[in-house]
Nanobody
Framework: QVQLVESGGGLVQTGGSLRLSCAAS????????MGWYRQAPGKQRELVAD???????NYADSVKGRFTISRDNAKKTVYLQMNSLEPEDTGVYYC???????????????WGPGTQVTVSS
């Protein structure tokens, strides 16, 4: 059984900051890419940022220069530091982990339940 649990969402004013965390637990052999996605009301889920096990990062154009993704492999945790938040950043933020539950298991995606981020104007 694998669980990803997000924390750190909330309500913030335009220009404010939030830090999201996501911890993976359970029967995990290895974690490859970890990332953050978001879904605004009426829109499709989109990639915000992801990070490889080695630390290579990838960001959506809309958050470059404002958001920073990082991870602690020993803690099986990924973080998203969000600065200069805008109302357009409002949505449910989901943690994603591509991981293996055993040496011979194929990597597959696991998702957290999501955490709400609301940026007021």
């Amino acid at each position: 059984q694998v669980q990803l649990v997000e924390s750190g969402g909330g309500l913030v004013q335009t220009g404010g900051s939030l830090r999201l965390s996501c911890a993976a637990s359970g029967s995990i052999f290895s974690i490859n890419t970890m990332g953050w996605y978001r879904q605004a009301p009426g829109k499709q889920r989109e990639l915000v940022a992801d990070i490889s096990r080695a630390g290579s990062t990838n960001y959506a154009d809309s958050v470059k220069g404002r958001f920073t993704i990082s991870r602690d492999n020993a803690k099986k945790t990924v973080y998203l530091q969000m600065n200069s938040l805008e109302p357009e950043d409002t949505g449910v933020y989901y943690c994603n982990g591509r991981l293996q539950t055993g040496l011979l298991a194929a990597p597959r995606d696991y998702w957290g339940p999501g955490t709400q981020v609301t940026v007021s104007s």
